[in-house]
């Protein structure tokens, strides 16, 4: 069974240019999460697709980043303009059940 | 809202034990999580453990649950070079996840 493919697994932009992540769930799996970690930070949630709705957006940080899950298979996450503190690993995971969450690589983003 | 608490840094010889050590505030959480991550790789999922359980073996892995204390213990037995990693404590009830900052473990040869 193929994993959840993330990419690509690194960019860096210049701030106030426009960065596209793409996070493939494992095939079959109607939940999509992303997460983010800020350097030396904690894993933080932002949000929760179920098929192609969006279940839970509360942990975006602000309506600079814009996700996608169109027809409910992979996702992405757009970040328009970015700012130096969007710098971070981003990552997807998808699951059909709590137990069974599996996680990408995830994308180093870096804003210079 | 929930919080999880870890301690960064763990140091050990190779061939010893590993106890990394974790709290958290959530009362309701119903599973609770080890990912490992090594560096350029994504979150490993070790093992986790049904808020109904005290104890969890497996292989070299010990998880021990005090949920009086909210208290998350990991136990890696015979820690080797390859276990050298960060480590995340995670805890659900609905979701998402909610994640700790994670422990560096640094094995010694």
């Known amino acids: 069974e193929a994993g959840v493919t993330q990419f690509p697994s690194h960019s860096v932009i210049e701030k106030g240019q426009t960065v596209t992540l793409r996070c493939d769930p494992i095939?079959?799996?109607?939940?999509l999460y992303w997460y983010r970690r800020v350097m030396g930070k904690e894993i933080k949630f932002l949000l929760h697709?179920?098929?192609?709705?969006?279940?839970?957006e509360s942990g975006m940080p602000n309506n600079r980043f814009l996700a996608e899950r169109t027809g409910g298979t992979y996702s992405t996450l757009k970040v328009q303009p970015a700012e130096l503190e969007d710098s971070g690993v981003y990552f997807c995971?998808?699951?059909?059940?709590?137990?069974?969450?599996?996680f990408g690589s995830g994308t180093r983003l870096t804003v210079v | 809202g929930e919080d999880v608490e870890q301690s960064l840094f763990l140091s050990v010889r190779e061939g010893d034990s590993s106890v990394i050590n974790c709290t958290y505030t959530?009362?309701?959480?119903?599973?609770l999580y080890w990912y490992k991550q090594e560096p350029g790789a994504g979150l490993q999922l070790l093992t986790y453990?049904?808020?109904?359980?005290d104890m969890k073996q497996d292989q070299r892995l010990t998880v021990l649950l005090n949920k009086k204390d909210k208290h998350l213990s990991l136990r890696i037995a015979d820690t080797q070079t390859g276990d050298s990693a960060i480590y995340f404590c995670?805890?659900?009830?609905?979701?998402?996840?909610?994640f700790g900052k994670g422990t560096r473990l640094s094995v010694i040869a």
């Open positions: 995971a998808s699951s059909q059940s709590r137990s069974g969450y599996t």
């Open positions: 095939s079959g799996h109607d939940n």
């Open positions: 697709f179920v098929k192609e709705s969006k279940q839970d």
């Open positions: 959530d009362s309701s959480s119903t599973y």
């Open positions: 453990i049904f808020s109904n359980m």
């Open positions: 995670a805890e659900i009830w609905g979701t998402p996840l909610v």
